[in-house]
């Protein structure tokens, strides 16, 4: 594989923001990277206090994750201390929330990265401290004191995003070439450029060729990202473009989205300059983009189900407190800058109104969306 569809993961804001597309890829997936296992805690008492650090509730999935853990951990017998960054999102609150689980003597601390290059001093002391530090959903960066990483194959989530984009393009236009423009995450979450490189895994070979035309020509993560992921500066973003680029008869076929929070807002934003909607891909299954997609509105979603990663979380701390490994399915992939982390990865699943009813079967809130 070609240096640009490497998986070794961004060690930090700065370096997502250089590397660019070069970010990501997965040379770690296929070769031998010295991987650490992991260190199992010794075991502790069945009634031990869990630890859950979680970003601000920006999203659906981050509500719902809070509340599953507290219910969750206290249906397995824990003591949990469920806690959230402030709303402006700075780290400086979830440094505080970790360092305040240590003191109290958290067994096993699940943190959900509010920038994760900015948190290796926490974790070190929790390791200092006997705690296991499990990294939900974003992998934390520069520290060798993270001991596992739970999480969807967020690589996979970039490729079937941008596949969904060229199939929902070629549905409308059946011959390209096709414009699009590309959106993604903030740069302190380091699954921003995970997200970004897997679509461009599938994208940049077309983009190379010229069937797929990026209208703006920004190609690079640093002039996509969206920071906070707030929905405010997606909708900017794209009011911008459509000023600048399609002001006339130039066409937008589709637009790269990497959530469904900023999916929406570039629907709203196209909306209210009277311009066709383009195909915009998302992620999260969140409940208004579940009704968009049925509506003909968005093209996709992904659904990453938050039960699922939380009770698999659950059962990592489980085994754990028995002093047995918790269970990993890949050691090879996920670099944080100072070691190869242990992951447990669960499969993302692409999700169009065409398939929606049966990717949400299991699901009744979801389900009844696409009746």
């Known amino acids: 594989m070609s240096k640009f569809f490497t998986r070794s993961l961004a060690v930090s804001t700065a370096a997502l923001l250089a590397l660019g597309l070069a970010a990501c890829g997965g040379s770690d997936r296929d070769g031998d990277t010295g991987t650490d296992t992991g260190t199992a805690a010794k075991g502790f008492a069945k009634d031990a206090l869990i630890g859950v650090a979680l970003p601000s ?127 993604s995450g903030s740069p302190d979450d380091n699954n921003a450029g995970v997200f970004f490189n897997g679509a461009m895994d599938v994208l940049k070979p077309l983009i190379d060729k010229g069937d797929v035309v990026v209208g703006s020509g920004q190609k690079d993560v640093k002039q996509t990202a969206i920071q906070g992921w707030k929905a405010e500066g997606a909708q900017s973003r794209m009011d911008s473009l459509l000023t600048s680029t399609y002001n006339g008869a130039k066409t937008l076929d589709g637009v790269l989205s990497p959530n469904d929070t900023l999916a929406r807002a570039i629907i709203t934003s196209v909306k209210a300059a009277g311009k066709p909607i383009p195909v915009v891909t998302g992620q999260d299954s969140e409940v208004e983009s579940v009704k968009s997609i049925m509506a003909g509105e968005q093209y996709s979603t992904i659904n990453k189900d938050t039960r699922t990663l939380v009770a698999e ?59």
């Open 313 to 371: 979380s659950i059962k990592m701390v489980q085994a754990l407190q028995t002093g047995a490994e918790p269970t990993v399915n890949d050691t090879k992939s996920y670099d944080n800058g100072s070691k190869v982390v242990p992951a447990y990865l669960l499969p993302p699943v692409i999700v169009t109104k065409a398939n929606a009813a049966e990717a949400y079967a299991n699901d009744p809130k979801l389900s009844a969306l696409t009746k």
């Open 57 to 183: 509730k920006t999203s659906e999935n981050w509500v719902l994750a809070g509340d599953l853990f507290t219910n969750g951990l206290k249906t397995a017998g824990f003591q949990s201390d469920v806690q959230y960054a402030g709303a402006s999102t700075t780290v400086a609150d979830q440094q505080a929330q970790i360092t305040a689980m240590v003191t109290k003597g958290a067994k096993v601390i699940i943190i959900g990265a509010t920038d994760a290059a900015q948190l290796s001093t926490q974790v070190t002391a929790a390791k200092a401290a006997g705690a296991t530090v499990i990294a939900y959903d974003r992998l934390i960066t520069n520290t060798k004191d993270v001991d596992y990483y739970i999480a969807f194959d967020n690589f996979k989530v970039g490729q079937l995003q941008g596949q969904a984009l060229l199939d929902g393009m070629k549905a409308k236009k059946p011959t390209g070439p096709w414009t699009v423009e590309l959106f």
